[in-house]
Antibody, heavy 121, light 108 residues
Framework: QLQLHESGPGLVKPSETLSLTCTVS??????????WGWIRQPPGKGLEWIGS???????HYNPSLKSRVTMSMDTSKNQVSLKLSSVTAADTAVYYC?????????????WGQGTQVTVSS | EIVMTQSPATLSVSPGERATLSCRAS??????LAWYQQKPGQAPRLLIY???TRATGIPARFSGSGSGTEFTLAISSLQSEDFALYHC??????????FGGGTKVEIK
């Protein structure tokens, strides 16, 4: 059974870099069957796609965040990572990682439970 | 960027009644439209993709319809577990993939 679990600091200071990890179990992140996506949900707002990464090729990023986002993969730990630089209060959100099956791209299922990140001094 | 607009923001429905949720795209997305359900404190779950295809394990009381710019999610007879937040997502034109603001279905 495919499962995802996000982890990382719950509090980040303004102007610093947010770093999160998504640990995947039940599938290899090197699998041709999956992209891996990051999506966030600011308090009281809708979902925002941050980006998606595949085992080959370059990640795809939301243009609105592209200058600040880096996604990477650590195959030895079966983890996908997200870094978001120069954070502000607007980056406060629940951050989710999710699987995206290549047989039906750009749909997210399943999702991790999410991790709350607050940007505050 | 395609903007997705969901209405209403909140829908009050009695158990056993039918609920109809709307999602509008700022330009045509064909049938590349998905719906997700999110219960309080939980992650979203894929309900519908291709505008009308139920995801694995989704009950038949959930149905999706529409194409182009207008889409509908119908829940034929609301059960207690269906009171939740519903999101639509387009995946026709990207980046970026975009979601609507959500519709909360609450108990009347």
């Amino acid at each position: 059974q495919l499962q995802l679990h996000e982890s990382g600091p719950g509090l980040v200071k303004p102007s610093e870099t947010l770093s999160l990890t998504c640990t995947v179990s039940g599938a290899s992140i090197n699998s041709r069957n999956y992209y891996w996506g990051w999506i966030r949900q600011p308090p009281g707002k809708g979902l925002e796609w941050i980006g998606s990464i595949y085992y080959s090729g370059s990640p795809h990023y939301n243009p609105s965040l592209k200058s600040r986002v880096t996604m990477s993969m650590d195959t030895s730990k079966n983890q996908v990572s997200l870094k978001l630089s120069s954070v502000t209060a607007a980056d406060t959100a629940v951050y989710y990682c999710a699987a995206d099956r290549t047989v039906q791209l750009w749909l997210f299922d399943p999702w991790g439970q999410g991790t709350q990140v607050t940007v505050s001094s | 960027e395609i903007v997705m607009t969901q209405s209403p923001a909140t829908l009050s429905v009695s158990p056993g009644e039918r609920a109809t949720l709307s999602c509008r795209a700022s330009q045509s997305v064909g049938t590349n439209l998905a719906w997700y359900q999110q219960k309080p404190g939980q992650a979203p779950r894929l309900l519908i993709y291709g505008a009308s295809t139920r995801a694995t394990g989704i009950p038949a009381r959930f149905s999706g319809s529409g194409s182009g710019t207008e889409f509908t999610l119908a829940i034929s007879s609301l059960q207690s577990e269906d009171f939740a937040l519903y999101h639509c997502q387009q995946y026709n034109n990207w980046p970026p993939l975009t979601f609507g603001g959500g519709t909360k279905v609450e108990i009347k």
